[in-house]
């Protein structure tokens, strides 16, 4: 073990390291030498790679020590760059045999831990660069799912009614589709029997029986405090609609988002989610006298 020092701006550093590791040791001079020596002070930290050097006064010059792995790091130092320099020196190897660039990572950083986190089966260690008040560091989270996502996209769907026509009926019961020259949707209600008519582009439309979707309701129902929501109206447009956000990554950008509608008709038996360009128009085929 030998300790290495150099003269730099007239202060002078001393580093302790094995002698194998000489050519490391004037990485971190030739690092220290770029920093404006009015900004070196006890306790200022140097960050090369994915390694952070902390510079301590002694005799009118400095000392650097580093993070304690053996101990503990977040509260104790060693001046022994021995571990430190080695794996700065096995870090740049790697990453220049793979040809990428690293990312720093500090050790002393915050670490958050989110309201009552531990409660959840999974949880995840995250990095984040603005912890508020310019702090860095660690969030320890519940781990985001596929399921937690698809959520809450669903949970930013609106369903607005659509009713241009101001028709007033009773219950919706079942749909019918007929695609002819126009792609029809024949919605018969206890009081009358509506037609709704695309006579346009109609991307896709998705028939589902009521049954499958019951997240989706009862993620509306919730949202606006009524769980009878669906039986106001047969006819709703979808804003914030996952099902549009789903197109557009199956046709790879080919449409734009706002060229796109999602209607979606909702009866006691079924739902249709229909993806169109164009707008339908309404059709009173029968009604009860």
């Known amino acids: 073990m030998e300790i ?26 030739r690092a ?42 977040l509260l104790n130092t060693t001046d022994d760059l021995t571990i430190a320099l080695w794996v700065l020196f096995e870090q740049t190897e790697l990453l220049n045999y ?35 008040k310019d702090v860095s560091g660690w969030c320890i989270e519940k781990m985001v799912t596929m399921d937690d996502f698809y959520m809450q996209m669903k949970k930013n769907e609106e369903y ?18 007929i695609e002819d020259e126009d792609l029809k949707f024949v919605i018969n209600c206890d009081d009358m029997t509506l037609e709704i008519i695309f006579s346009g582009i109609v991307l896709n439309y ?16 919730e949202k606006y405090n009524d769980k009878f929501y669906f039986r106001k109206n047969p006819v709703y447009k979808v804003e914030n609609s996952l099902l549009i956000k789903w197109v557009l990554i199956e046709s790879c950008g080919f449409y734009s988002e706002t060229d796109l509608t999602h209607y979606c008709i909702v009866t006691g038996q079924d739902v249709v989610d229909i993806i169109s360009m164009c707008e339908p128009t309404y059709r009173i085929i029968s009604a009860e006298i």
């Open 32 to 73: 220290i030498q770029s920093i404006p020596p009015d900004k070196i002070r006890d306790g200022y930290k140097i960050e090369i790679g994915f390694s952070v050097f902390i510079c301590e006064s002694i005799n009118g010059g400095y000392k650097i020590v580093v993070p304690d792995y053996t101990n503990s790091p």
């Open 160 to 177: 607005i009614i659509w009713n241009p026509e101001n028709i007033t009926f009773t219950s919706a019961n079942y749909t019918e589709i």
């Open 206 to 221: 998705m028939y589902s029986e009521q049954g499958t979707r019951m997240t989706s309701w009862s993620i509306a129902q």
């Open 98 to 132: 793979l040809g990428i660039d690293g990312v720093a990572t500090r050790f002393d950083d915050e670490i958050v831990i989110a309201k009552n986190v531990l409660e959840y089966p999974t949880i995840s260690l995250q990095r984040y660069s603005d912890l508020g």
């Open 4 to 29: 290495h020092s150099k003269t730099i701006n007239g202060i002078k550093f001393f580093i302790k390291a094995d002698n194998f590791l000489i050519s490391q040791a004037q990485v971190l001079f």
